[in-house]
C-alpha cells in the first residue's frame, strides 16, 4: 500500500468521523484508530491486531462480495454488519428503489446495500436468509467496521 492510499484513509476517517480501520491484503496489514491525542489516527504494528473478517478485494465491475459477519442476537434475529467502513447507499443510483425495505424476505446472495469506501462501490449481500426487520442506518451515512446495517429474521 503507497502512502498516498494511507492519506486518503485518514482523509476519510476524518470526513466521516470513523474511530477506526483495518485493512488486510496478500502480505500486509494495517489498522488505523483515532486516539485521544487530537484525533489522528495511529497505526499500530501487525502484532497488535484482532482477527479479521477477510473482505474480498474490489473488483473491476464495482461489485465486491464480502463475507459478513451474522452473530444471532438475544431476540432470534440475525444483524447484517458492515465488513467495511465507508458510506451506505440503499439504492444502485438516487432515482432507483431500494435494494430491501423492512418486511423484504432476503437469501444470502440478496444484495441489501451498497457501501462505497474510497471511491469504489461495493454491494453487500445478505448472507443469509430470514425477512428484514429493521434498517439501523439511513441512506447515505457513514458505517464502521463491524457496524449492524440491517437485523434479519432467519427463516
Known amino acids: 500500500m503507497e502512502l498516498k492510499d494511507i492519506k486518503a484513509i485518514i482523509d476519510l476517517m476524518k470526513k466521516n468521523s470513523i474511530t477506526e480501520f483495518e485493512l488486510e491484503e496478500k502480505d500486509s ?22 482477527p479479521m473478517i477477510p473482505v474480498a ?3 473491476t465491475s464495482s461489485i465486491a462480495s464480502a463475507p459478513v459477519s451474522v452473530p444471532v442476537a438475544n431476540s432470534g434475529e440475525i444483524d447484517i454488519k458492515s ?7 440503499r439504492s ?5 428503489a431500494h435494494y430491501v425495505e423492512v418486511g423484504a424476505e432476503v437469501n444470502p446472495d440478496t444484495v441489501v446495500c451498497i457501501i462505497e469506501a474510497m471511491k469504489v462501490m461495493n454491494e453487500i449481500k445478505a448472507e443469509v436468509r430470514g425477512v428484514i426487520t429493521q434498517i439501523l442506518v ?3 451515512k457513514p458505517v464502521e467496521f463491524g457496524q449492524p446495517m ?6
Open 29 to 50: 496489514k494495517l489498522r488505523l484508530k483515532r486516539g485521544l491525542n487530537g484525533g489522528a489516527p495511529v497505526a499500530q504494528p501487525a502484532e497488535d491486531m484482532m
Open 57 to 59: 478485494a474490489p473488483i
Open 83 to 89: 465488513p467495511m467502513i465507508g458510506t451506505l447507499y
Open 92 to 96: 444502485p443510483s438516487p432515482e432507483s
Open 138 to 140: 439511513e441512506n447515505g
Open 150 to 155: 440491517f437485523k434479519v429474521r432467519p427463516l
